[in-house]
């Protein structure tokens, strides 16, 4: 079993759906979300420029998202 780098959830990695390798690593996701919350926070994927909205109600970045 893995562990999910941002909820901390377990993730069998036989049957996960989402996965991100990094380097010679691999890193399991219980979801899309944790996934694209990592790779944002891991700079491999970059977000838009937030619009005024989106920046006025963005979660804080230590916040995981809301996965399960």
Do not use: N
């Amino acid at each position: 079993m893995a562990i999910d780098q941002v909820c901390g959830m377990e993730v069998d990695e036989r049957d996960a759906e989402f996965m991100t390798h990094v380097e010679h690593e691999t890193f399991y996701f219980c979801s899309k979300a944790c996934q694209e919350c990592f790779e944002e926070r891991a700079g491999i994927r970059k977000s838009g420029p937030a619009k005024w909205w989106q920046r006025i109600l963005k979660e804080p970045k230590d916040t995981p998202p809301k996965c399960h």
